[in-house]
């Protein structure tokens, strides 16, 4: 009997506005998915999009209005179903993600295993997660480091013409390790500039400092910070697997979210993708609930670095699922994705 299909919208708000080098927002739009088999065995996913990618909550309905008529007959043909939906809709990878994720859990939970056991997965091996300070003012970042006090790695918004003034007010409140993310806020020369005033502030890697297709500026830029023992990891440049050779020898690791490669099992070709290239790899997220973010956490065994606070960061998250205790990641022991609603 063929799978089907329920869509419930909804918002999520976050605790502060959450300001990027792009921009400024404290409400999201998301949409939650079911798979409903034969039985009444429910998969959950959660479509998180983003503007940046062309996607919004009514691109990702319209995107399920077309791919309910292409769910597996089997829910076990992972493969064969993430294929075909990539088919009718290669430009929405959020509405994808959300499907894939859902599938998982139903798979998942019909053998009765959480899904980083049927990957063959050690959950004790998940990295440690990093907690974002987006861009504010200096006494509002200072109370920012003090919400993080659990978290023992920082990750930095910059991409400002103030990102000195940002290190040295973090600099001061903590002497965590930080990890700084531009979100192609720089040029090659700002770059440049950048990259010895990172180190001296204790960055341990710099995400996506320029332009997204600005390949030939990063292989510049990564020159200039392999100097400096400074890893350049990319996000916006890199959404699926098929990106990761033309980055290779141009910058040092990728960064692999669900809601711009599409799905699961495209997550892992990324992972090993990036390891035949001996790249860093790590994992992020939009701001989303546990539901999101738990599917992201049953891959975090195979990755070096994660950001996963995308649900930490929201003040009314309706999921338990994946947890994060003192910045380290610990994956659920129930079947599928090991979700709940509250």
């Known amino acids: 009997m063929a799978l089907k299909l329920q869509v419930e919208q909804c918002s999520i708000t976050t605790r502060h506005p959450f300001a990027i080098a792009r921009g400024s927002t404290n409400g999201y739009k998301r949409a939650w998915v079911r798979l409903v088999d034969g039985d009444g065995q429910e998969g959950w996913g959660e479509a998180d999009p983003s503007s940046f990618y062309g996607e919004s909550l009514e691109t990702v309905l319209a995107a399920f209005s077309k791919l309910a008529a292409h769910l597996p007959r089997d829910p076990f043909d992972l493969e064969g179903a993430e294929a075909r939906w990539e088919k009718v809709v290669p430009k929405n990878w959020a509405a994808r993600a959300a499907l894939s994720a859902a599938l998982h859990d139903l798979v998942g939970k019909k053998l009765g295993q959480p899904v980083w056991r049927l990957w063959g997965l050690d959950p004790t091996k998940a990295p440690l997660s990093t907690f974002t300070i987006g861009l504010d003012t200096p006494e509002k970042i200072r109370a920012k480091v003090q919400e993080a006090k659990d978290y023992p790695i920082l990750k930095i918004k910059l991409g400002t013409d103030h990102d000195e003034e940002i290190l040295r007010t973090i600099r001061d409140a903590t002497d965590k390790p930080i990890r700084v993310d531009a979100n192609a806020g720089w040029d090659v020369k700002r770059a440049k500039q950048m990259i010895p005033k990172l180190k001296e502030y204790g960055v341990e890697f710099l995400e996506q400092p320029l332009a997204a297709d600005d390949l030939d500026g990063l292989a510049e830029v990564q020159k200039v910070a392999a100097k400096h023992q400074l890893p350049v990891v990319v996000d916006e440049s890199c959404l699926v697997a098929a990106d990761i ?13 669900l809601a711009k490669c599409g799905s699961l099992r495209e997550a892992l070709r990324m992972i090993a993708t990036a390891r035949a290239h001996s790249m860093l790899v790590m994992v992020g997220c939009m701001i989303e609930t546990s539901l999101g973010i738990t599917a992201a956490a049953h891959f975090t065994p195979l990755v070096d670095a994660a950001d996963l606070d995308g649900a930490a960061l929201t003040v009314d998250d ?25």
């Open 318 to 342: 309706p999921f338990t699922g994946a947890t994060i205790d003192h910045g380290q990641i610990r994956l659920p022991a129930e079947p599928g994705l090991g979700v709940r609603r509250r």
């Open 245 to 257: 050779p033309r980055l290779a020898g141009k910058v040092d690791g990728i960064n692999i979210k």
